[in-house]
């Protein structure tokens, strides 16, 4: 709790929007005691601001400074109590139907389209003609227009939730319905109410401040939109008053900006993955032209001294440490190493995929001769894909669950030059052929395939464009052993016959001495060894891959014997006619 209040006294727009929204509060609060009565008529009317009326008169006479600072009071109270009522009528709403579901979802899903459906400024005016004139039924009004919005916002979440694994953990384990939702649900939507409630309360302050300057509200009451309403009454604009209704509004742009400011705030201090921290500006000098060597015979890809940073709350924290390493066209290069060694970064790095957070120091990437690192723009696009491309780790996340692949091929050759949809779903189809999926299922969607399927539509479509190198991050992790040697057969039998090199990046480092032509090893950041696979395997140099290689058991199929040793080429070798676990007639896994 200390912490989280440290955090956001920290936290720049937290603190520029919170002290915001302070002054505001205290100006509605303390200030009507320290000014006129806003409805005296003090002064001659349209007076400009003097050392009697700082801000000068209105059209009446009375003084816009009373005016400015009572409207705050009632303004706000609306604002934050609508703000609160919206959140908790759409939360209850949403998540009640999301979570129950069947029926209950039903009914709540048609009664929150019902509202959605009735436009919310006629619904607001007619409450309004219904109601007893004052605050409560402006609050009552824009209460009722409001709430069907958040309510399906939160019934998305809770729909989102409830699917997850901690929550059928909690079903199984036999908690409460109340409990669940409010232990499991809510804490998890922490983010959503916050950022719901603030801007609820700019929703609510803009729509009162609208519906009084058009006469809707009660205009007797001084708040800011019947300030505009007298000013537009009063002729502000026609007689140039401007001051008559420019601190009104000027205070309202504020409240609207702080409230922004605060959202932002909650989000990402809520959400860490938006805290992003900027690395320090280079030096100088030192930001690097698209350089163009002459490429060294027999090298594809040349990583040079290569050093990356990720900015962090403490400071630079160096992730890659001089790493170097060569290679040519048509080669396996296999990078291993402990999770957070650094392996991944690499990979983003050589398709210009770092997050804001990192950057890379030092050292070159050379591709072909050309210096990726400093690519930009149309130059990265086009690099980016035809000439490298990925296969990701995660199958399922990186096919776009609304979209057939068939699109999403097109998509792929559509980004790199005009290309019709009859040539690309004709490629599509060639391309699912190649990695062993049925041409048909161009027209599938994501959901409808396998984790293995999935993986080989990210290799058809890393290959779609046929690039020099396909770097593949962990693309076999969440497979099993025999989807995962099918799959990587298949890759380098494309490999073979397509001739694109490969940079295979793996923590399975037996794995990748049978694939691979060449291995480096990645520890904290540094290559400690780079060897052949088979000089590697008869006699690893440095201690610390002579210890990722001891502590790998190794199950061969068939006798499923684990061996602590590394294993021999034949026995993982998915190349090779001596792979020791069958293919399974038939399905595509
Ligand atoms: N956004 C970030 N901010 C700060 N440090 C980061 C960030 N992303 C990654 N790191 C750090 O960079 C280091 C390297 O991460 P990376 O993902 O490249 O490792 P990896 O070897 O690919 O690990 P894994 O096999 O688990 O994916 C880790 O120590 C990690 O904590």
Redesign the pocket.
């Known amino acids: 709790m200390h912490d989280s209040l440290r955090s956001l006294l920290r936290h720049r727009k937290a603190a520029v929007g919170g002290g915001l929204l302070l002054f505001f509060l205290l100006l509605s609060l303390v200030g009507p005691w320290f000014v006129m009565d806003p409805k005296d008529l003090v002064g001659r009317p349209h007076q400009p601001p003097s050392a009697a009326h700082w801000f000068g008169t209105t059209g009446q006479g009375q003084d816009v400074l009373a005016q400015t600072v009572v409207g705050a009071r009632e303004t706000l109270a609306v604002g934050f109590a609508v703000g609160a009522l919206v959140t908790l009528v759409g939360a209850l709403v949403g998540v009640t139907a999301g979570y129950l579901g069947r029926r209950v979802d039903d009914v709540l899903s048609l009664t929150t389209n019902v509202f959605l459906v009735i436009p919310g400024m006629p619904l607001a005016i007619v409450l309004g003609a219904y109601l007893p004139s004052g605050p409560f039924r402006m609050v009552a009004v824009l209460t009722v227009a409001g709430w069907a919005w958040n309510a399906r916002v939160f019934r998305a979440e809770s729909l989102a939730l409830r699917g997850r694994d901690f929550v059928s953990a909690a079903v199984v384990t036999g908690e409460s319905h109340a409990r669940i939702v409010s232990r499991e649900l809510l804490p998890n939507m922490a983010s959503l109410l916050g950022s719901s409630f603030i801007g609820n309360t700019l929703y609510a302050v803009g729509a009162q401040v609208g519906l009084e300057f058009l006469g809707l509200g009660d205009v007797s009451a001084v708040t800011w939109g019947t300030n505009l309403y007298w000013a537009g009454n009063d002729a502000a604009l026609l007689t140039r008053s401007w001051w008559i209704f420019v601190p009104t509004g000027l205070c309202i742009a504020l409240v609207g900006f702080a409230l922004t400011l605060v959202s932002s705030a909650i989000d990402e201090l809520t959400n860490p993955a938006l805290r992003v ?1 900027k690395p320090a500006p280079l030096p100088k000098g030192t930001t690097l032209p698209v350089h163009v060597d002459r490429p060294a015979p027999g090298v594809l890809l040349s990583v040079q001294d290569l050093c990356i940073d ?3 709350e403490k400071g630079a ?1 160096r ?2 440490d001089t790493v170097s390493f060569d290679l040519a066209p048509g080669e396996v290069f296999g990078l291993a ?12 790095a050589l398709l210009g995929l770092l ?1 804001t ?2 950057r890379v120091t030092q050292g070159r990437i050379l591709f072909n001769g050309m210096d990726v690192t400093a690519l930009e723009g149309a130059g990265l696009r086009a690099f980016r894909w035809r000439q490298v491309s990925m296969v990701f ?1 995660s199958a399922m996340s990186a096919l776009n669950p609304v979209l057939t692949l068939g699109e999403q091929f097109h998509d792929t050759l559509a980004a790199h030059g005009r290309v019709s949809r009859t040539t690309s779903y004709a490629r599509a189809r060639e391309l699912l052929g190649m990695v062993g999926l049925s041409p048909d299922l161009v027209t599938a969607y994501p959901h409808q395939l396998s984790g293995g399927m999935r993986q080989r539509v990210g290799i058809a479509l890393a290959l779609a464009l046929e690039p020099r190198l396909v770097i593949m ?2 693309p076999t992790t969440a497979l099993d052993v025999v989807v995962q040697k099918e799959l990587l057969q298949r890759m380098l039998e494309l490999k073979q016959r397509l001739g694109f090199a490969i940079l295979f ?1 793996t ?1 399975d480092l037996p794995l990748l001495l049978a694939l691979s032509d060449r291995v480096g090893i ?1 520890q904290g ?1 540094k290559l400690v060894e780079v060897g052949t696979s088979a000089g590697l395997r008869a006699g690893a140099q440095h201690p610390y891959t002579q210890l990722l290689l001891s502590s790998f058991p190794h199950l061969v199929a068939g006798d499923v014997s684990v061996t602590p040793h590394p294993p021999a080429a034949s026995e993982l070798s998915v190349a090779r006619p001596s792979l020791r676990v069958a293919a399974i007639p038939g399905g595509h896994r």
């Open positions: 921290h990720y900015a962090t924290s992730v890659v190493g402990e999770s957070g060694s650094g392996k991944s970064t690499i990979g983003s997050p957070s990192a780790q991050d962990e990046i923590h990645l950041g």
